[in-house]
């Protein structure tokens, strides 16, 4: 697909990428920080609570987890709407305004020239950060190498219908 | 299928004479170590490979051989070795080692490290004291004996990792709840018995709340199988660290994973921890100078390095400058014992194991003692007593942050 200029800015490399190799209707899975213009009022912050004014720690928690919420309803719910609307699946954005989008390539290109979508990335894979321990990364790269080859070889192996004697 | 099939009638083999020219003469190859030699001595050395007609032979079947036998190097990769690697299948090798007895003929295969001695020393059934260094350089030992009686009671860290094993008996009763994750569906799915993927999670956990390796043995953890056997995605950290923030009785995030690298996607979601009053406590990685991962690597969090047992920052401990947003900062934060550290190991017993994931559960574990004296106090007040009572081990700041970590302002 072409990508303006403009939803070039906005992409990370790895999405620019995948979205100028994917036809218009591959399903995409990307991260988008999301946020109002940069003067809205929705920009207003409500006043932090006092963790004084509760009875342990737990309730301040749940006031500080209400008031995330409420505010990023506010800022972001147009925005979300926005999105689905584009027949994109969103999850999280509950407590922050990174979401993750999933849907067609076409409509994630799209997405970009929303002023509310900030940046968007591609999904990718994050890793344990390995114990330096000569045998305890040696251990852990060959039991992986293993699983993954053994995965991979699974997956080259065709499902085979099974036959009616072997049906439960 | 077809590929399948492929993969397991072929073979990569490595083949070269057993003896050649150059080897037999190899007193005859001037072996003087100066660089300047070198392109000389190469030459030498492809000269004498040139006149073995065993190299010879082994050449002309290759160029005889059918189809199916396909040569991966060409001469100048292998000038120096003079091996040749080729693709082809089973029944070619068997037939080359029958008509060219003097050609050694190898399948490849993984190439491992060789395990030092110490790695079935390090294991154990029991630890002693001596073992339990880590609590020592926190000063925990020396509070303990002037009786202090902190234990991160009341406090609750999720462990983002891949997994724990509650069955340990240093973790017996420790982990009040354990989760998988699908971002798919974006849901937490609990699981039960708590389960470690990999092992990594069960010697972190250990370290926080472990009864005799633990810093705060009356700390509860969550059991989040975020990374399960050591690999997950960023939509799977996005996804833990959401619903972390929502957990009402969370107060820690404990994390040992990231990408290379500064990538600002996980930002917000770190922040926004903060924001809701947890702590992120984040380990920066085991690449050593100038090498860092996100999110260790972020402003946000408290970002952790590792010591040894003479106090000094570990040589792979992860840490530099970092310049983003037009700020610049070092990371780590602070630097906590991590290296040569005991924990518990899956299926029981313990070992020691390098890393700054070993020194991030013992600076979650002093949060953990911190937050049960002061349960009021507000997320910035505890990464500011942390912070201010660290032991300055006279090293950079971009190698220790602040210094080691230390138990005083919960003692």
Same mark, same amino acid.
């Given at each position: 697909?072409?990508?303006?200029?403009?939803?070039?800015?906005?992409?990370?490399?790895?999405?620019?990428?995948?979205?100028?190799?994917?036809?218009?209707?591959?399903?995409?899975?990307?991260?988008?920080?999301?946020?109002?213009?940069?003067?809205?009022?929705?920009?207003?912050?409500?006043?932090? @609570?006092?963790?004084?004014?509760?009875?342990?720690?737990?309730?301040?928690?749940?006031?500080?987890?209400?008031?995330?919420?409420?505010?990023?309803?506010?800022?972001?719910?147009?925005?979300?709407?926005?999105?689905?609307?584009?027949?994109?699946?969103?999850?999280?954005?509950?407590?922050?305004?990174?979401?993750?989008?999933?849907?067609?390539?076409?409509?994630?290109?799209?997405?970009?020239?929303?002023?509310?979508?900030?940046?968007?990335?591609?999904?990718?894979?994050?890793?344990?950060?390995?114990?330096?321990?000569?045998?305890?990364?040696?251990?852990?790269?060959?039991?992986?190498?293993?699983?993954?080859?053994?995965?991979?070889?699974?997956?080259?192996?065709?499902?085979?219908?099974?036959?009616?004697?072997?049906?439960? | 299928?077809?590929?399948?099939?492929?993969?397991?009638?072929?073979?990569?083999?490595?083949?070269?004479?057993?003896?050649?020219?150059?080897?037999?003469?190899?007193?005859?190859?001037?072996?003087?170590?100066?660089?300047?030699?070198?392109?000389?001595?190469?030459?030498?050395?492809?000269?004498?490979?040139?006149?073995?007609?065993?190299?010879?032979?082994?050449?002309?079947? +290759?160029?005889?051989?059918?189809?199916?036998?396909?040569?991966?190097?060409?001469?100048?990769?292998?000038?120096?070795?003079?091996?040749?690697?080729?693709?082809?299948?089973?029944?070619?090798?068997?037939?080359?080692?029958?008509?060219?007895?003097?050609?050694?003929? +190898?399948?490849?295969?993984?190439?491992?490290?060789?395990?030092?001695?110490?790695?079935?020393?390090?294991?154990?059934?029991?630890?002693?004291?001596?073992?339990?260094?880590?609590?020592?350089?926190?000063?925990?030992?020396?509070?303990?004996?002037?009786?202090?009686?902190?234990?991160?009671?009341?406090?609750?860290?999720?462990?983002?990792?891949?997994?724990?094993?509650?069955?340990?008996?240093?973790?017996?009763?420790?982990?009040?709840?354990?989760?998988?994750?699908?971002?798919?569906?974006?849901?937490?799915? @609990?699981?039960?018995?708590?389960?470690?993927?990999?092992?990594?999670?069960?010697?972190?956990?250990?370290?926080?709340?472990?009864?005799?390796?633990?810093?705060?043995?009356?700390?509860?953890?969550?059991?989040?199988?975020?990374?399960?056997?050591?690999?997950?995605?960023?939509?799977?950290?996005?996804?833990?660290?959401?619903?972390?923030?929502?957990?009402?009785?969370?107060?820690?995030?404990?994390?040992?994973?990231?990408?290379?690298?500064?990538?600002?996607?996980?930002?917000?979601?770190?922040?926004?921890?903060?924001?809701?009053?947890?702590?992120?406590?984040?380990?920066?990685?085991?690449?050593?100078?100038?090498?860092?991962?996100?999110?260790?690597?972020?402003?946000?969090?408290?970002?952790?390095?590792?010591?040894?047992?003479?106090?000094?920052?570990?040589?792979?401990?992860?840490?530099?400058?970092?310049?983003?947003?037009?700020?610049?900062?070092?990371?780590?934060?602070?630097?906590?014992?991590?290296?040569?550290?005991?924990?518990?190991?899956?299926?029981?017993?313990?070992?020691?194991?390098?890393?700054?994931?070993?020194?991030?559960?013992?600076?979650?574990?002093?949060?953990?003692?911190?937050?049960?004296?002061?349960?009021?106090?507000?997320?910035?007040?505890?990464?500011?007593?942390?912070?201010?009572?660290?032991?300055?081990?006279?090293?950079?700041?971009?190698?220790?942050?602040?210094?080691?970590?230390?138990?005083?302002?919960?003692?």
């Amino acid at each position: 697909m072409k990508i303006e200029e403009k939803q070039i800015e906005k992409a990370d490399p790895l999405l620019q990428e995948a979205l100028k190799r994917a036809n218009g209707d591959e399903i995409l899975r990307a991260i988008m920080l999301l946020g109002p213009e940069g003067d809205s009022e929705k920009n207003h912050i409500e006043q932090e @609570p006092d963790p004084e004014q509760f009875a342990d720690r737990a309730a301040y928690r749940q006031a500080l987890i209400n008031s995330r919420q409420r505010q990023i309803s506010h800022q972001l719910g147009d925005i979300m709407q926005d999105l689905r609307a584009r027949s994109l699946t969103l999850f999280g954005g509950t407590i922050s305004p990174t979401v993750v989008v999933e849907g067609a390539a076409r409509e994630i290109l799209r997405s970009l020239d929303l002023p509310g979508v900030r940046h968007a990335s591609l999904d990718r894979v994050i890793q344990l950060h390995e114990p330096s321990s000569p045998e305890r990364k040696a251990d852990a790269s060959s039991k992986r190498a293993k699983i993954e080859r053994f995965e991979q070889l699974l997956s080259k192996v065709p499902d085979v219908e099974p036959e009616d004697h072997d049906r439960l | 299928l077809e590929e399948w099939i492929r993969e397991i009638i072929m073979g990569i083999y490595i083949i070269r004479p057993k003896e050649t020219l150059a080897t037999r003469a190899v007193g005859l190859i001037s072996k003087q170590f100066a660089p300047e030699r070198r392109q000389e001595q190469i030459a030498e050395v492809v000269s004498l490979r040139n006149e073995d007609p065993i190299y010879d032979d082994l050449t002309r079947w +290759l160029a005889e051989s059918p189809k199916d036998v396909n040569p991966l190097t060409h001469e100048p990769d292998t000038s120096v070795t003079g091996t040749k690697v080729v693709e082809m299948p089973d029944e070619e090798a068997e037939r080359m080692r029958r008509e060219m007895p003097d050609v050694l003929v +190898l399948r490849d295969q993984p190439i491992e490290l060789i395990r030092p001695a110490r790695a079935t020393a390090i294991s154990k059934e029991k630890v002693t004291a001596s073992d339990l260094w880590h609590l020592k350089a926190i000063g925990l030992e020396g509070a303990r004996k002037r009786g202090f009686k902190g234990s991160g009671k009341g406090v609750t860290v999720a462990v983002l990792d891949t997994g724990i094993d509650s069955s340990h008996p240093e973790l017996d009763g420790k982990v009040d709840e354990a989760y998988t994750f699908d971002v798919t569906k974006w849901q937490a799915r @609990p699981i039960s018995p708590s389960r470690d993927t990999d092992g990594h999670g069960t010697h972190v956990a250990g370290l926080i709340c472990g009864k005799k390796v633990g810093i705060a043995p009356g700390t509860k953890v969550i059991n989040a199988v975020m990374i399960p056997k050591g690999r997950g995605n960023l939509s799977d950290f996005i996804l833990a660290i959401e619903w972390a923030g929502r957990q009402e009785n969370v107060q820690i995030v404990n994390m040992s994973a990231g990408i290379p690298g500064y990538l600002p996607e996980m930002l917000t979601s770190v922040a926004n921890l903060l924001s809701v009053g947890v702590l992120p406590v984040f380990a920066t990685g085991n690449e050593g100078r100038n090498k860092t991962r996100s999110p260790g690597n972020y402003a946000e969090p408290i970002s952790i390095g590792a010591t040894n047992k003479k106090n000094r920052v570990a040589s792979f401990s992860s840490g530099g400058v970092i310049v983003a947003d037009n700020h610049r900062y070092e990371v780590p934060d602070l630097v906590a014992p991590g290296e040569g550290v005991y924990s518990s190991v899956i299926g029981g017993g313990y070992e020691a194991w390098d890393g700054t994931s070993m020194a991030t559960p013992v600076v979650s574990g002093v949060a953990a003692l911190i937050l049960e004296k002061y349960p009021k106090i507000r997320v910035t007040d505890l990464v500011e007593e942390l912070l201010t009572t660290c032991k300055d081990l006279k090293q950079n700041t971009d190698r220790q942050g602040k210094g080691l970590v230390q138990v005083k302002a919960a003692a």
